[in-house]
Structures are given as C-alpha cells and as structure tokens.
C-alpha cells in the first residue's frame, strides 16, 4: 500500500481523524449506533460523508447494524462499523457470521471502562474479547491498537488493506481516550487504497457463471471441519503481518510490554526510569492479533524481568507469559474500570521490579 | 433406458422456472416452503432479473433455500434477513433484493429489525412464511401459535396466560408509513398459489419504481411440526389459522 499524506497538519479529535479517515479510504457505507464514547465517528461521517459516494446509515441497534454491514460487505463493497465495548457485545454474532463467510470489513471499538454498563472512560478490557474472537466458533479477528489520533486515522487505511487481503474483518481496537483526545495529524489522501468489486460477491449472479452464496452453514460436519480448516490456515498465513514498535531493547534489564494508551504511557514511565539509571526497554504490539509472540520469547531470554501495563485486570499478560513460558518473571500493572495509571506509578513498580531482582542477583 | 424421448409433436405446457436447481428439495412433503420458493424464482424468470437480484435466506426452515435459488444469496443469523436485506439494497441500489423469514425468525428474534426495516421504508421485499410454529427445531411454540394450539413447548396447549397472544405482526407493520404493499397470501389452494404469484410480481416492479417496502405474509402448513398429513394440515390451516390471519391486502398503494 502506497499511502500518500496530505501537506496540511490538523488538531482533530481521534474519533473525527478516524471517521476522516474513513472518508478518504473511499467507504462505500457506514452502519452504526450511537454509543459513547465514540459517537463521533457516526456523527462525523452523518454530516460529512457525500451521499453520492455511499450510504451512512444509523441502524436500530448494534444488532442491526453489524448484521448491515454483513449484507453489505457480502454484495463485495467496502463497509465498517464502529462502536464502544457494550456494542460489541452485541455484535458478536454477526461478527462471527462475517468471519465464518469469509468477508472483509471495518470493524471499530473505542472501548471504555466495564463490565456492564460500565464507564464511558478508557478501558483495555476488551483485549480477550477482540483477540481471542470473542463470539462463537474458532475465529479470529485482525487486531490493530492505534497509541495516537495519527494512528486512528493510519489503521483505518491498514486495517481495510488487510481486512481485504484476508477476507477477514479487522478491528481498530482503541479505546475512549484515544477517541477524544485531540492531537495533531496528517491525513492520508484518498486512492491510497485500491477498490475493486470482488469475484465473490452476492451481487446478481453473472451470466454462464456459477452464483455467489455466501453462507456460514454446514450439516455435515466434514465439510464444516474444512471450512474451519480453511480460517486457521489463512490464520496461519496472517502471523505475517505481525507488527510492533521497539524502544531502547539494547541492554535493557527490564522490558514493558504495552498497547495502545498504555504503551504511550509506559514510554513516559520508561524515560523517567532511564533517567534515573535504570534500564527499560518497551514493546508495543501494535497488531494485537496476530502478536508478536517470537519477538517478546527472544527478548525473554536477554532481559531479567518484563512488566506488562494494561488498562486491565491483566489480560494480554497472559499471551506474554505464555510465550515467555518461565524464560523470566512477568509482572503485572494494571487500572481498571476506565482508571489511568500515571507515569509515576509505573515507574514506582520499575524500581519494585529491580530491587526484587537485585536481592535475587 | 429411455435416452430420447419423441416430443415433437408435444406441446409444452409447464416447465419448472430456469432459475430453480435441480437440487432435490428438502422439505417436508406437503411443506408450502417448495412452491413458494418456486413462485419467487418464477417471477424472477419473466421479470429477467436473475443478474440483478440478491435473496437473504434466513435460519429456519428455508436456511438452505439457497440450494434451489439460482441466484446470488447470503444466508443471514437468526432474526437478521432483514437487517443483512438493508446492507445489501442500501450500497446496491440497483439490485432486487428480497428477504425470505418464517415466523420465530420475524416475529420473535427479529421483531425490532422487522419493524424499524419497514418503518424505514427500505425498499425490499420481505417474505413472511407463517406457519405457526417453529419448524427445523422441531416444532416449538411460535408467536404465531394459536391459543390453545400444541406445540412440543407448550404441549399442553398455548396459554394466554403464560404465552401471551398470536402476533399479527403483519397488521403491526401495515401501520408504519414505510410499508407501501403489505399483502397476506397461502399456498393451499391453486387459486391461492397464483395469487400469490400475482403479489411477489407485484412487489418487485413496485421496487423497481422505489416504491418502499412490500411485505407479504405467506400463511403456509408444518405437517410434520403439526403432526398431520399435508392433506389434514391443509384443511386445519384453512379452519384455523386463516380465521386468525385472514388472507388478502392489508395495505394497498393509494392511487393518485
């Protein structure tokens, strides 16, 4: 993918970047309902979004709207949807509908703090639920977590190219801080990202050809095992794509690992660690499915301890212990229900882990 | 075996419509599901829209109606036909796109994507197989189901009390100002059949001229689910159920 910026630098809120972005990756509908705090990307996209170009539409519920989107991602045009944690509860079943039939779309959750009704404050929660599928069935949605209002705006672009390489959905997994604040971006111009209806689609069945179904079903179950058997070795073919970001792992004694929010967090943290003579380095996946699992076990093996920082009870720690596998201790921090962690708070647990590792040594 | 047969001298006088398969049904037999399958494609045939329409098939009974239907399809969840229906007419605008429901798919899981899709006026047709129960899962109680009607859920027959009353949900939507031909029809008599033929004709030269959402009820029979032979369900769909859902327009588009 060729991307090409515009000249002019914006200050845009994440979410209005995002639905910007959105315009100019040339979508042919938006299928949404509103929910905090994300609702500007619908609005956005109601007041600025040309109706010649295609069709933004307020749907009934989550419900409706993802199911939308799969009627319209089946007929082979370019679609998304965007929504915060309650909403893609709600989704799930249709997003494993559209995975199960193979179609690409965008897929947006500003996630906030939970369970339940929750808070409309930031929240990481959302991690298993976006990484590990989240409905029924062994799927698996590409997972890209933007740290800034420039990535909200680029992943759009990312996630669409792969969504369609793959013919799986992506998820642009951000969450309510990112969706808020405002920052400075340069937007990517529109024909970045080629559009061609697809051999597949439900769209009229084409002369002396065979018609397009698309479908998810199967009574015998030989034939549904080969269709699950296609997803995990396109799956298979996704690791890939893997993308991450790495600062100062030369010579670190302790890595962090961190996505999204916290990774911009974390840097802080680690600025002020090294600082003060210790040494960090941070890893930030950037896709979150697929993760960089060889990455963070090669690391393992060179630094005494990694501290993983999550706006969670503890969720992508347990990818990272499993591939780190016992190779060095995994600490944990975390804030939950759409609490932020400071700087200084993780830079306190940095000096708790060196200490615990200088008595050890 | 016969290879040739001499027919020259014959005259055709039906053939089954080009765009159904030669997929061997599987409904029951005496189902309403085949011959309404077969009036859609009929009409799609003489209309020459084949490469210009979309059906959504539901989960139910008819799931697999994509099997006969020579035509681009998507098979949608539970409840969603219509929902999956408006994704596909709203970045398509040119294309015929029809949804295909039974009665637990419409009127009970999919009510608010059944109601808010008409109320909006999409410009589809929806089909609405009512047949009073719930038939691929074996026959439980439907919204549709008479009071006092027993299904393998309410087998001691339905209650106003537990259950609530049958959902004449074609007549809840005929109201909303999105809904431009709303029309209930059966499949048990000939001369229903073509009736019926007549309102699917109908509703897509009506969405042709973007007329709004056409709906057509479809009060069809479950031997199995009912426990009849398709002869009995007829006569006891004819004595029981169209009383309660009385065939022909409900609403029918002002003339101007």
Redesign the interface.
Known sequence: MNMKYDNNVKLMKGNEALAEAAIRAEIDGYFGYPITPQSEILEYLSKNFNEEDGVVLQAESEIAAINMVYGAAGSGKRVMTSTSSPGMSLMLEGISYITAAQLPCLLVNVSRGGPGLGTIQPSQADYFQSTKGGGHGDYRLIVLAPNSVQEMADFVFDAIYLAEKYRNPALILSDGTLGQMMEKVRLPEKGSLPKSIPEWAAKGKIKNKERNIIYTSAVDPTVMENLNKELQNKYALLQQEVRYELSQIEDAEILIVAFGLSARICSKAQEMANDNGLSVGLLRPITLYPFPSDTIYKLAQKVQAILVVELSAGQMVEDVKLVVNGSCPVFFHGRMGGEVPTPDEIFFELKKITDKQAVKN | MINKCEIEDLELVYEKPKTLTDTPMHYCPGCGHGVINKLIMEVIDELKI?????G?APVGCA?FE?RYM????????HG?AS??????????PD?YVFSYQGDGDLAAIGT??T??TVNRGENILMLFINNAIYGMTGGQMAPTTLIGQKTSTSPFGRSVKNNGFPLNITELISKLDGAFYVTRHSVHKPNSVRKLKKAIQKSFEYQKENKGTCFIEVISNCPAGWGMTPLKSNEWLEENLIPKYPLGDIKVPTKN
């Open positions: 084949q490469d210009k329409t979309v959504v799931v994509y020579d035509i681009d399809m998507i098979e949608a969840p969603r929902a999956v229906a408006t994704g596909v007419k709203r970045v398509n294309k608010s994507e109601i808010h």
